[in-house]
């Protein structure tokens, strides 16, 4: 059967898809927000409707220059359900711009990657 829209012809068929696929195409990164605490810098993210094999990356970065970034602490997220956290001792360190960025293992289908919003302290 075929279904007739304006230029285009559908033909009707059957997709088959396995829990499997539908998870893994629906894998994605949550950041959530970078704040201070005490001379701690902390930020947390997650994977959602990942395998339970999907990993990540979460870091604190802090910016050297015009949108250039240092990892400066880092953890890796196994699977998905709950929220991660990292954080760097910023004692001493003087006044940055600091965020979080949370990257998706590149074995889930592409790369994501999100970032939080970026905060500016004096440590």
């Given at each position: 059967?075929?279904?007739?829209?304006?230029?285009?012809?559908?033909?009707?068929?059957?997709?088959?898809?396995?829990?499997?696929?539908?998870?893994?195409?629906?894998?994605?990164?949550?950041?959530?927000?970078?704040?201070?605490?005490?001379?701690?810098?902390?930020?947390?993210?997650?994977?959602s409707?990942?395998?339970?094999?999907?990993?990540?990356?979460?870091?604190?970065?802090w910016?050297?220059?015009?949108?250039?970034?240092?990892y400066?602490?880092?953890?890796?997220?196994?699977?998905?359900?709950?929220?991660?956290?990292?954080?760097?001792?910023?004692?001493?360190?003087g006044?940055?711009?600091?965020?979080?960025i949370?990257?998706?293992?590149?074995?889930?289908?592409?790369?994501?990657?999100?970032?939080?919003?970026?905060?500016?302290?004096?440590?």
């Amino acid at each position: 059967m075929s279904y007739l829209f304006g230029a285009l012809v559908l033909a009707s068929s059957s997709i088959a898809f396995t829990a499997s696929s539908v998870q893994a195409a629906a894998c994605d990164v949550q950041i959530g927000y970078t704040y201070r605490s005490g001379n701690h810098i902390w930020g947390f993210g997650s994977l959602s409707d990942c395998p339970a094999n999907a990993t990540a990356k979460i870091s604190i970065q802090w910016e050297r220059g015009w949108e250039w970034w240092d990892y400066l602490s880092t953890r890796t997220v196994n699977g998905p359900g709950y929220d991660q956290y990292v954080s760097f001792n910023c004692a001493g360190t003087g006044t940055h711009n600091f965020r979080t960025i949370i990257e998706r293992d590149s074995a889930a289908p592409g790369v994501r990657i999100k970032t939080s919003r970026v905060i500016r302290q004096s440590c």
